[in-house]
């Protein structure tokens, strides 16, 4: 993500950091609650449930019973113990930053969204069904919701009683899954969309001059509709969305069905490739849908499909070609493109603002205008960067977006070197002469979308690369995405790669460059070929 002003906002009880990076950089903070939300539900079965060890889940712990037999010469009293499995009701994965958001112990597979969108008067409606698997047994189903109203709710064709706790939609269950249990919950809900503030104190839909478009980053996506609204756990998405006549509604995926009536009009997309849910893009409004042909990277056909609002369907052939160049540089790099499809969405969005949302990345028309300098150059290659590094391998914590930011960063750097307009020496010299004194780590930064991130997580890669050479560097990259494909992985993970791939320890690199609370060094390490 990327955002072109330095300022603090704040609101709704978060704060957002914005910065300036080499040539503009972006962006959003936000800080959770300090504890995790434990749930709170009737039993469906007699348990005791003591205090929860860990601030992610409620557990029922095992319990005796005492059974008494009775004969005609004598009565005794026989004590027969019985063991009650452990249940696990999960309202959180334990995220730091975020205490609230996820819950363990479930593994989503699909969203089927539909979604009736009024933009005139800001309205939502909607159903969702959510399938997946149980990973350790349990009697709740826990959901991400945060401002939607819910009319109902079943789980596998059984009506629930609905409980919503601060932000938890809670589905008490009167059985306990097994894991590796199938479930499926329908959810019923409706919403509007504040007219309020843009981006920044808050994620999710914001109003446009004719529609509707979102940023989801990093828990938007449960202020409209209910989700386990976490990276960690990525599923496919169907989307049916209804808007009135004349208005398009665009989504991630394939657009593969489009049903007009009289009055309305349902766009279907279906995105066929696992996707967390902050990467989820909505848009409504007067677009247009540009087919640009298929291109060819590193073995794999890529389609290239492109929407932009009517009036400005100009100002998209400028970034046509760029965006191919950018392909195969990456590419060559990082390894194959990690998905079927990738385009630019070109959207009446907030000026300064790009999300990297997976397959079609989001950009406002106020800045992909038609012009093509470095402010362009950046955007693009940046946000396309992401879909290898936040896309294909999503950080496992929030604490860990040096891990998508500062990876995105690098590769912008790497294109302005490429195509002259700066070199690598000088963008990685002027981003370490610009971080700041304080904020650090880079692996729990005190901004999330700061200079620390962004810059810092450059920073961080320039230097490893000059410790492990560029082959082991850009070898350690590839494998990244190649071992971490649809999934999700933590600093450390990435400090396993990077030492399989050497061949040698870098505990004493990471403690200074990555884990370090005052910040790195001011000086890169000499490149390995000096040393």
Not at 202 to 228: H, K, R, Y
Not at 322 to 346: I, K, S, W
Not at 353 to 360: K, S
Not at 399 to 407: K, Q
């Amino acid at each position: 993500m990327q955002r072109d002003s330095f300022g603090t906002v704040r609101g709704s009880g978060r704060t957002l950091s914005v910065v300036v990076l080499t040539a503009i950089s972006a962006s959003c903070a936000a800080d959770g609650p300090e504890n995790a939300v434990v749930a709170t539900v009737p039993a469906p079965v007699e348990t005791t449930v003591p205090a929860s060890a860990t601030p992610t889940t409620s557990m029922a712990a095992p319990s005796t019973t005492t059974t008494t037999t009775a004969t005609t010469t004598a009565t005794t009293m026989a004590t027969t113990p019985t063991t009650v499995p452990a249940v696990e009701r999960s309202t959180s994965v334990g995220d730091r930053r975020y205490p609230t958001l996820g819950a363990t112990g479930l593994d989503i597979e699909h969203y089927d969204v539909e979604l009736e969108i009024d933009p005139a008067r800001r309205s939502i409606d909607g159903v969702v069904e959510i399938s997946g698997r149980t990973e350790a047994p349990t009697d709740l189903l826990a959901f991400d919701l945060d401002g939607p109203d819910v009319d109902s709710a079943e789980v596998d064709g059984a009506s629930i009683d609905v409980l919503v706790e601060d932000r938890e939609l809670l589905l008490p269950l009167d059985r306990v899954l097994a894991p590796g249990d199938e479930f499926t919950a329908v959810i019923e809900f409706g919403t509007s969309v504040d007219p309020g503030p843009s981006f920044g104190p808050d994620a999710g839909i914001f109003v446009s001059a004719d529609g509707l478009w979102s940023v989801n980053e990093p828990d938007g996506v449960s202020t409209w509709m209910p989700a386990n609204d976490h990276p960690t756990d990525k599923a496919t998405w169907s989307f049916r969305l209804t808007v009135p006549a004349g208005d398009e509604a665009v989504a991630n995926g394939a657009l593969v069905d489009i049903v007009a009536d009289d009055d309305t009009t349902t766009w279907v997309w279906e995105q066929d490739e696992p996707m967390a849910s902050y990467l989820t893009l909505l848009l409504v409004g007067d677009y247009d849908f540009v087919d640009d042909g298929e291109i060819t990277v590193a073995g794999d056909t890529v389609e290239l499909r492109h929407v932009v609002l009517s009036d400005d369907v100009d100002a998209l052939d400028r970034y046509l070609g760029v965006t191919r160049d950018q392909m195969r540089f990456f590419a060559e790099l990082f390894g194959p493109y990690p998905f079927d499809r990738y385009g630019l969405a070109l959207a009446d969005s907030q000026s300064g603002l790009a999300m990297e949302t997976q397959g079609l990345s989001l950009f406002s028309v106020d800045d992909l205008d038609g012009t093509l300098g470095p402010l362009q150059q950046l955007l693009l290659s940046h946000e396309l960067a992401h879909q290898w590094f936040g896309n294909a391998v999503s950080p496992s914590t929030w604490d860990d977006i040096w891990l998508n930011e500062g990876f995105a960063t690098y590769a912008q750097m790497l294109w302005f070197d490429e195509i002259g307009l700066s070199t690598l020496d000088r963008e990685a010299e002027l981003a370490l002469l610009s971080l700041p004194p304080d904020g650090w780590p880079l692996s729990q930064p005190t901004d999330l979308f700061g200079s620390v991130s962004y810059n810092g997580g450059a920073v961080a890669l320039h230097a490893l690369r000059q410790v492990i050479g560029d082959d082991a560097f850009f070898l350690t990259l590839r494998t990244w995405v190649a071992e971490h494909l649809d999934g999700s992985a933590s600093t450390d993970d990435f400090q396993r790669v990077a030492e399989q791939v050497w061949g040698g320890d870098l505990d004493d690199f990471f403690a200074v460059w990555v884990h370090d609370p005052d910040g790195p060094p001011d000086r890169y390490p000499l490149p390995a070929e000096d040393q």
